[in-house]
């Protein structure tokens, strides 16, 4: 393995958050047995971790609130290894905020936990609905959030281990539109409905990131699947292509995160 190319791949990222990635895949080379990591990794780095371990036959599997969720704990495993054959050691759990006078957001839940101490990558994604933040994070985690906190903005709440299976999926607004090719500043210009030279100044200006990743170049084609944040218009996944019509564009199936 070349070391260097590994941390090049991280040109932005911290570099002891790297170095410990680095050392984790050493020691799963080394012993032959899966290693467990500690953090949920954001998207940008866990994509390219992935890629990079796909191309020295180490198997490695994530775990996340939803299977579309962004924060990832990853496992790193031999290639003879299975899923199955792995015991992560995670919870996912609801804190119960249900009540009668206030709605109680994203930034409420997270704020709480935060002001436990802990550390943002000591969690999974939070999803809430309906006064209920489904969360994901290591058993200790779990415990010192179970055993420390009573209560959101004096809301009180209840914490209980969940199921993965009854967490809420995550909810889209889907619209569909036509667009002449698979360029970036054609698909920029479609999904925010804005000009080609207004789409292209924000490629250019950084302020477009695809599957994460920022991406300057207007003429790169997008690949259906592919997942585009537009900094302040929101995030889009380029779900489908639904045809060409007699004009030679393609119609596509856009869903947008709420």
């Known amino acids: 393995m070349n070391k260097n190319y590994f941390f090049n791949l991280f040109p932005k990222e911290d570099e002891f958050l790297i170095a410990s990635i ?35 036959n180490i198997n490695i599997f994530c775990y996340g609130l939803t299977s579309e969720s962004e924060k990832k704990l ?14 992560p050691e995670i919870t996912f759990f609801k804190i119960d905020g249900s009540n009668k006078f206030k709605n109680l957001q994203h930034k409420d839940f997270l704020g709480s936990i935060m002001s436990l101490g802990l550390k943002r990558e000591a969690l999974g994604d939070i999803l809430v609905k309906n006064n209920i933040a489904y969360c994901i994070s290591s058993n ?46 054609s698909i920029i210009a479609s999904i925010s409905n804005l000009s080609r030279n207004i789409s292209v100044n924000l490629i250019e200006s950084g302020d477009v ?39 030679g564009k393609f119609k596509i199936l856009i869903k947008q995160y709420i």
């Open 22 to 56: 680095w050392e984790d895949i050493c020691l799963c080379l080394d012993i032959d047995y899966p290693v467990y990591g500690n953090i949920f990794l954001p998207p940008q780095i866990w994509m390219k971790v992935r890629d990079f371990c796909n191309s020295i």
């Open 140 to 185: 200790d985690i779990f415990n010192i959030i179970k055993n420390n906190l009573n209560q959101i903005n004096t809301i009180p709440v209840k914490i209980d281990v969940t199921d993965s299976e009854i967490i809420p999926e995550l909810e889209f607004k889907e619209f569909t539109d036509t667009v002449v090719s698979f360029r970036l500043d």
């Open 209 to 247: 990131l695809v599957n994460y990743n920022v991406e300057k170049s207007k003429s790169k084609v997008i690949e259906i699947g592919s997942i585009i944040t537009i900094r302040k218009k929101g995030k889009f996944i380029i779900d489908k292509c639904l045809g060409e019509n007699k004009k």
């Open 74 to 87: 990853v496992i790193f495993a031999p290639a003879h290894f299975k899923i199955e054959d792995l015991n």
